[in-house]
């Protein structure tokens, strides 16, 4: 099959998409069987889970070095800037001098423990692509445009019923080098940091219906299905803004049965 006229040509020796789905499908049964037999459910993924290609040359093979002083971790993290998280740093929409293109969109949920009881002033971070799947950054140089006026990055703290509210953008789908043809669906990053940099958590929220789904190894690495609907958002009408924006509802759940993935949740 040869590629549409004007399109990039793909890099030789790239599996495709069928090669990649059939491991999929495969390790899916497998884990299915494993439930119906009794076996413990896995609301997270392997680490090594091989149709996610680089996850079996990168991740970690050695138990986790705690240092002797729990401080010293602390005292290699990151800081977030030279001021407190103000009023606007949630709204995505409002960081630059020009309104970005896409479709503008309210992003609310509730950080919970598993008890259900709200998870009060954490920090929550997101970042994702522009409304053409691209990042702004420099190791993203796929050919979509950038956006002068979206870099796609904010942040809030929880207030005292454990709610994060983001205004941003749809990100769209993009590629990426996985296998031939592979796309990821749109996605937002999220980053929940605990009362400690140690304690970061980080997962990604997705949108209802996306046809992506079935195709990508990273969602469907979390092979469990009910651990796998938790990280789609719901849409809620409700939410959405009258010839302004759309609404969607996202809660985390930081641990016990119902915890959202995380990609360090071992």
């Given at each position: 099959m040869t590629n549409p006229p004007g399109t990039p040509p793909q890099p030789p020796g790239l599996e495709t998409q069928q090669t990649i789905s059939a491991e999929i499908a495969e390790i899916r049964d497998a884990y299915g069987k494993a439930v119906a037999e009794g076996g413990p459910r896995r609301d997270h993924p392997e680490r090594d889970y091989p149709p996610y290609r680089s996850s079996v040359l990168r991740h970690p093979k050695h138990a986790l070095v705690v240092p002797r002083d729990p401080e010293a971790a602390?005292?290699?993290?990151?800081?977030?800037?030279?001021?407190?998280?103000?009023?606007?740093?949630?709204?995505?929409?409002?960081?630059?001098?020009?309104?970005?293109?896409?479709e503008r969109?309210?992003?609310?949920?509730?950080?919970?423990?598993?008890a259900g009881r709200p998870v009060r002033g954490q920090l929550v971070e997101i970042w994702q692509a522009n409304a053409s799947g691209r990042y702004a950054h420099q190791r993203d140089q796929h050919p979509a445009p950038l956006d002068p006026n979206f870099t796609g990055v904010g942040r809030c703290l929880t207030d005292d019923d454990g709610r994060y509210s983001f205004v941003t953008i749809k990100p769209g789908p993009y590629p990426w080098r996985n296998h031939h043809n592979a796309w990821r669906p749109a996605h937002i990053h999220f980053s929940l940091f605990g009362t400690a940099?140690?304690?970061?958590?980080?997962?990604?929220?997705?949108?209802?219906?996306?046809?992506l789904f079935d195709f990508d190894p990273i969602m469907q690495a979390v092979t469990d299905d009910s651990a796998r609907r938790r990280l789609v958002a719901d849409y809620d009408h409700n939410l959405s803004t009258h010839e302004w924006s759309l609404g969607y509802r996202w809660d985390i759940v930081l641990d016990g049965p119902a915890a959202t993935w995380t990609e360090e949740g071992r």
């Open positions: 602390e005292l290699t993290g990151p800081v977030f800037g030279v001021t407190d998280v103000t009023e606007i740093d949630n709204d995505l929409t409002r960081r630059h001098l020009g309104e970005p293109l896409g969109m309210l992003v609310t949920g509730r950080v919970l423990d598993r940099f140690a304690q970061r958590l980080v997962t990604q929220m997705y949108f209802p219906g996306d046809p």
